[in-house]
Every structure is written in C-alpha cells, then in structure tokens.
C-alpha cells in the first residue's frame, strides 16, 4: 500500500473519473432511472439503450473497490470519502445471486460486494441507503404525478 499521500492522490483521479460527462450522466440515470425490482429488469437493461449507462456504473465501482480489495487504496479512506458504491451494492444486492447462477458469472460485482460487506455497519448503511432511494422514488412519482395531473387539468 502507498503514503495516505499516493491514496489521495488515486481517490482525486477515481473523482475527476466520476466527473467526466459521459460517466455523471450514466450515474445520474443509475440513481435516479434505473430502479430493478426484479433479475429480470437488470436482463432487460442489458439489452436495451441504457446498457452502456448500466455497465459503465457498475463496473466502475467494481474496479474502484478491486483497487480496495487488493490494497492499493487505504479501505478505510475509500469509505470515508464514498458512500456510492454502497448505493450501488444497495440497488443490485438482491438480484446478484441469480443473475450470477443465469450467466455463469460468480465473481460479477465480487469486489464490489467484497469492500461493502467487509464494512462494520454494512447492513445498517445497505438498510439507511434503500430506504433513502425508495422515499427519493415515491417523491418523484408524486411529484411527476401531480405535474402530469396538473397538465392535464390545463388543457
């Protein structure tokens, strides 16, 4: 492992990554679009426009952890200065173990899931995150509810 300097300096690049166009708009369909209730909706992801948006987040935050994992970041710096992964892990958790048996993919998201359940209050940040994510999905069907109500009404 590095100086906590040579950590910083790779958690800024992982960041100025993040920042990149075609990366902030792929997370911000992931976080705000893309809801699976089902292994089947992730399938369905995979086949459609939003693939490239699906893959470019999870892999991403799969690598980012795997630099984690094999100690090439400090885990306890990654986790202070991200809580994205865990959303991530949060939203796909519990489907990974059968879109892993469907495709014959047993190490997909492994680092991923590695790093986050490794963490001492994983299941307490899991739990926090979903229902932060289910409340940020009901605000916005009501809200887009009433602005489709309230355009309808001035027609």
């Known amino acids: 492992m590095g100086t906590k300097q040579e950590d910083v300096n790779i958690l800024l690049r992982l960041y100025e990554m993040r920042r990149e166009e075609t990366m902030r708009q792929a997370r911000d369909w992931f976080t705000t679009d893309f809801n699976p209730q089902s292994t089947q909706d992730i399938y369905d992801i995979l086949v459609s426009e939003h693939s490239p948006k699906y893959r470019m987040v999870s892999t991403y935050w799969d690598m980012a952890c795997?630099?984690?994992?094999?100690?090439?970041?400090?885990?306890?710096?990654?986790?202070?200065?991200?809580?994205?992964?865990?959303?991530?892990?949060?939203?796909?958790?519990?489907?990974?173990?059968?879109?892993?048996?469907?495709t014959g993919t047993p190490w997909y998201l492994k680092h991923l899931e590695e790093l986050v359940t490794r963490m001492p209050d994983s299941e307490e940040r899991i739990a926090t995150l979903r229902r932060f994510?289910?409340?940020?999905?009901?605000?916005?069907?009501?809200?887009?509810?009433?602005?489709?109500?309230?355009?309808?009404?001035?027609?």
Do not use: C, W
């Open 66 to 102: 795997a630099f984690v994992n094999h100690g090439a970041i400090d885990e306890q710096l990654f986790n202070d200065v991200n809580s994205e992964h865990v959303a991530v892990y949060a939203k796909l958790q519990p489907f990974m173990a059968e879109f892993r048996a469907a």
């Open 133 to 155: 994510m289910k409340r940020r999905l009901e605000a916005r069907e009501q809200r887009e509810g009433k602005k489709i109500a309230s355009n309808t009404q001035a027609d």
